[in-house]
C-alpha cells in the first residue's frame, strides 16, 4: 500500500494544473481502493461552502458547479468535526443531504476523510460504494494517511490556482506570511532562487515558441560545455571508466532524447520552463517505477541534467534583467550576499517562503529597516516574478497585482507611517525619562548592517549588543588579529565614552560561515556559541585579544559570552580570558601602557541559565537577556520553523514570568543586567520590561526613537499596574488584550496597526 500511496501523491504532484491533478487523484485513488467513486470538494471560505472540485462517479456535470454548506451534509459534518466517517448507510444518517444533480442516489457506503493544512480546513475527500459496509481500518487509514500527504500539495495547488486566476482575470491575489520587518512596499517582485528545484517553476504558455526553442537550445549548449569542462577537469584524477558517465549525460541531452520531447512541449505552447519541467518529471517518474535497482538509479541522472538545463536557462534570463526601481525581493530562503547585490535605494521589501520573523535573517531586515514577511505558502514564485505587489509587513499580508483603489489606500497609509517615524524623530535628543522621572538606558543592536551604523552614534545611549561574527561572515576566512583589531576600535572610538559590549563569535544555529560549515541535524541545539569558541581557543584567544588591544586608552568595552548553559563554560571562558590579558601585558612589557582589564558578562539565552544566575553572579559582571533564543527555548518553538513559527510569541505568560523572575534575581544578588531580544524594540516589550525593572534596553535602530516617544508619556505606577495582569494570565491572547487596552486607553492607538 506505502508504494501505492507514493504513486498517487507523486502523480498528483506532476500534474501542471489544478484541475488535472484532482482528475488524477480522484481517478487513482478510486482504482486504488478498488471502490465506485471517489471526489474531492474544495473549502471557498469567501462563501462559506464546499464546491465538488473532481469526482469519478458522480454526475460529470456537477462538478465545478455543485457545493454544499459548511453546516450542511456528510461532507460538512466531516470539516465541523475535523475527522474521518464511515458509515454502511449514508443516506439514512439524519445529515445526509439529498442532491438530485450529483447522481449518487445509488451509493450506501460512505468513508469521508477532512483535508487539514496547518489547522485549516481545505476540503474534504470522499468514497462511496453501492454495496452496503463499512470500509475496513485499513482502508480508512490508506484514505487519511494520503489526505495528510496531499494536504501541502493541494495547498500549493489552491494558491496556484488562486495566481493562475488572478492573471486571468487581472484580480488582486492576497498570500498571507507572518509579519516581520513593520513597514508597507508598493513596487515589482525580483525572485531570486538560490537552489533551483523544478518544483520552483510553474507550468505556462507563451506565444513566442520561436524565442522559447531558441532559450532551451543555448541552455544545452551551455550544459554540454559544463560537461565538457568537468570532464576535462577530472580526467587526470578518475578511471576512464568513470568518465563514461559523461557520455551518457551527453547522449541524453541530444536532440533524438531529451530534446525530442521538449521539442513537442515547445510546438504545443508551453513556455522553455514548463516544457522542461514536464518532460524531466516524467522521465523521473517512469524511472522511479522501475523495478531494476540499476535503472532506478538513472532518474537521479536524468534530474541533475535536467536541473543544470534549467540553471543555465535561469542565468540566461536574470542576465537581461535589472532591479526594478521599487523592488520587492522574492525568495525561497534570505540570505545576507542577497540583500547586498539590491543597490539600497531600490530594495524596497522582502517576502521569504522559509524562515521566521524572529530569524538572524529577519533580523537583518529589521535593522536595514526593509519591511519583510516570512513563511507565506510554498508556491512556484517564478510564477510572482515581474508582478506589481504591495506588501503589508504589518498584518503580513502580499498583495498581487493591487488594484488602484487599494494602492491608494496603501500609498495613504504609507504616508501615515512617515508621519509617525517624523513624530518619533522630532523627540531623538530628548532623554527617555518617564513622566514620574524614571531613566532608562535606550541601547544599540549593532554589527548587522555593517555599511550604515555609522550614523547612529547620535541616537543611543551605547551598545548592548555588537554581533562581532557579521564580520567573520564577510570574509572568506578566519580574520587575523590584526583585522579584528581594527574593526573593534572604529566601533568602540564611534560609540566613545559609552559603552560596547561587544559579544564573543557566536556561530551556529542560522548563522554560518562559508569557510567553516558546520553540518548538524537539529543546529539550535547543537554546536553554538560559547561551545566552538571553547572548542577552538585559538580563535577565542585571538578576538579575545584583539577587543583589548582596541580598547586601550578607550575604556569603554564590555565583553558577553554567549549561549552558555553550564558553570564550567564560564570558568574555562574566563581562564582564556585572563590568560589573553596577561599574555598581552608580558607581550608589550610598557610600564607606561595602561591595559583596561574589561568587564565580562553573560548571555542569559537558555532555560538553565535562569536558575543558575545567584551562582553566576560571583563570577561575572553583568549579565543580559537575549529575549529571542530564551523564548525559543521555553517554549521549545524553532523560529525558522513556519509550521510553528505561530507559536513564537516572547508575551506568553511563561517567558514573562521568567524574565520578571531574571530581575528579581538580578536586583537580590546587585548584578547589573540588560535584555537586548527584539523584545525590547516593541512599545508593549519595553512598558512590560520596564515595570519589571529592566533600565537597559537594547534594540534596533528603527525601535529607538519609537520606544523613547511612548516611555517619555508614561508613568512607572501605570506600566507595573498592566504586568501585574498580564503576569496572571494563562494565555498569551488574554496578555495582547491587556496589552491592546492599554495602548488604547493612553492614547497610543494610531501605534496599534503600525507595529509588529
Not at 203 to 220: I, M
Not at 559 to 573: F, G, N, R, Y
Not at 708 to 737: F, G, N, Y
Amino acid at each position: 500500500m506505502l508504494a501505492t500511496l507514493r504513486s498517487i501523491v507523486e502523480s498528483v504532484a506532476q500534474q501542471p494544473t489544478l484541475n488535472e491533478a484532482l482528475t488524477r487523484f480522484v481517478f487513482m485513488v478510486k482504482e486504488a481502493m478498488n471502490t465506485e467513486c471517489c471526489s474531492i470538494y474544495f473549502a471557498d471560505y469567501s462563501q462559506d461552502h464546499f464546491i465538488l472540485m473532481a469526482s469519478d462517479g458522480l454526475n460529470p456535470e456537477a462538478i465545478g458547479h455543485f457545493n454544499v454548506g459548511f453546516t450542511e451534509g456528510l461532507v460538512g459534518l466531516v470539516a465541523q468535526r475535523e475527522e474521518p466517517i464511515n458509515i454502511a448507510h449514508a443516506q439514512s444518517h439524519p445529515r445526509f443531504k439529498h442532491a438530485p444533480e450529483v447522481n449518487e442516489e445509488g451509493f450506501n457506503a460512505f468513508l469521508s476523510v477532512p483535508v487539514v493544512h496547518q489547522r485549516k480546513v481545505l476540503g474534504v475527500i470522499v468514497v462511496q460504494q453501492r454495496v452496503a459496509r463499512v470500509f475496513s481500518h485499513d482502508e480508512e487509514s490508506f484514505l487519511i494517511t494520503l489526505s495528510a500527504q496531499l494536504a501541502s500539495q493541494l495547498a500549493h495547488a489552491e494558491i496556484q490556482s488562486l495566481l493562475t486566476h488572478e492573471a486571468s482575470s487581472h484580480q488582486t491575489s492576497v498570500l498571507k506570511g507572518v509579519s516581520s520587518t513593520p513597514g508597507i512596499a508598493i513596487g515589482e517582485a525580483f525572485v531570486v532562487l538560490p537552489k533551483l528545484d523544478f518544483s520552483s517553476v510553474d507550468s505556462q504558455k507563451v506565444a513566442d515558441t520561436p524565442l522559447q526553442r531558441e532559450l532551451f537550445l543555448q541552455a544545452v549548449a551551455a550544459t554540454r560545455q559544463e560537461f565538457h569542462i568537468l570532464a576535462n577537469t577530472l580526467s587526470e584524477h578518475i578511471p576512464k571508466e568513470a568518465l563514461a558517465v559523461f557520455d551518457v549525460y551527453q547522449q541524453l541531452l541530444d536532440a533524438r532524447s531529451l530534446g525530442l520531447q521538449v521539442e513537442r512541449q515547445l510546438s504545443d505552447g508551453w513556455c522553455a520552463k514548463s516544457a522542461l519541467k514536464h518532460v524531466i518529471e516524467s522521465l523521473v517518474s517512469q524511472f522511479n517505477e522501475m523495478h531494476d535497482p540499476y535503472i532506478k538509479e538513472r532518474a537521479v541522472d536524468v534530474k541533475d541534467i535536467g536541473l543544470r538545463v534549467l540553471h543555465h536557462l535561469m542565468a540566461t534570463e536574470h542576465a537581461i534583467k535589472v532591479y526594478p526601481e521599487n523592488t520587492i525581493l522574492v525568495t525561497q530562503t534570505l540570505s545576507p550576499s542577497m540583500l547586498a547585490d539590491i543597490p539600497k535605494e531600490r530594495l524596497k521589501g522582502v517576502v521569504s517562503v522559509q524562515g521566521a520573523a524572529n530569524s538572524h535573517a529577519s533580523i537583518l531586515t529589521r535593522a536595514m529597516g526593509v519591511p519583510a514577511i516570512w513563511g507565506i505558502e510554498d508556491i512556484p514564485l517564478l510564477q510572482l516574478d515581474g508582478k506589481d505587489m504591495i506588501l503589508d509587513a504589518y498584518s503580513g499580508r502580499l498583495y498581487i497585482s493591487p488594484s488602484a483603489s487599494l494602492r491608494k489606500e496603501y500609498e495613504q497609509l504609507r504616508r501615515q507611517d512617515s508621519a509617525l517615524h517624523d513624530k518619533f524623530e522630532a523627540e531623538h535628543a530628548l532623554a527617555p525619562v518617564t513622566l514620574d522621572g524614571e531613566q532608562m538606558s535606550l541601547l544599540l543592536n549593532a554589527g548587522l548592517d555593517l555599511s550604515t551604523e555609522q550614523m547612529t552614534a547620535h541616537y543611543c545611549d551605547g551598545v548592548g549588543l555588537y554581533r562581532t561574527e557579521s564580520w567573520f561572515m564577510q570574509k572568506g576566512q578566519f580574520p587575523t588579529q590584526s583585522e579584528q583589531e581594527k574593526w573593534y576600535r572604529e566601533v568602540l572610538s564611534r560609540y566613545h565614552p559609552d559603552p560596547v559590549v561587544m559579544r564573543t563569535l557566536d556561530i551556529g544555529g542560522d548563522k554560518v560561515l562559508e569557510y567553516f560549515d558546520i553540518q548538524e541535524e537539529n543546529p539550535f541545539l547543537g554546536w553554538r556559541g560559547i561551545r566552538v569558541s571553547l572548542d577552538h581557543p585559538e580563535i577565542f584567544l585571538d578576538q579575545i585579544k584583539a577587543m583589548i588591544k582596541a580598547n586601550v586608552g578607550l575604556g569603554n568595552l564590555r565583553i558577553m559570552l554567549p549561549m552558555v548553559s553550564h558553570t564550567d563554560e564560564i570558568d574555562e571562558a574566563l581562564q582564556l580570558i585572563e590568560q589573553a590579558y596577561f599574555e598581552l601585558q608580558e607581550e608589550w612589557a610598557d610600564p607606561f601602557l595602561l591595559v583596561d582589564k574589561p568587564e565580562v558578562g553573560v548571555m542569559l539565552e537558555v532555560p538553565s541559565s535562569v536558575f543558575l544566575l545567584k551562582d553566576w553572579a560571583v563570577k561575572v559582571d553583568f549579565c543580559s537577556v537575549g529575549s529571542n533564543d530564551l523564548t525559543q527555548y521555553l517554549l521549545a518553538v524553532d523560529r525558522n520553523n513556519t509550521q510553528v513559527a505561530e507559536l513564537f510569541d516572547p508575551y506568553h505568560p511563561s517567558v514573562l514570568r521568567v524574565l520578571n523572575q531574571v530581575a528579581n534575581t538580578c536586583q537580590d544578588v546587585e548584578l547589573p543586567f540588560s535584555l537586548c531580544g527584539e523584545l525590547g524594540g516593541e512599545p508593549e516589550g519595553a512598558i512590560l520590561l520596564m515595570a519589571m525593572g529592566y533600565r537597559r534596553l537594547s534594540m534596533n535602530i528603527l525601535s529607538l526613537n519609537k520606544v523613547k516617544w511612548v516611555l517619555r508619556r508614561l508613568r512607572v505606577k501605570d506600566m507595573e499596574t498592566l504586568l501585574t495582569e498580564c503576569l496572571a494570565q494563562s494565555s498569551v491572547k488574554q496578555v495582547h488584550r491587556l496589552l491592546r487596552s492599554f495602548m488604547i486607553k493612553h492614547g497610543f492607538s494610531e501605534l496599534l496597526y503600525h507595529s509588529k
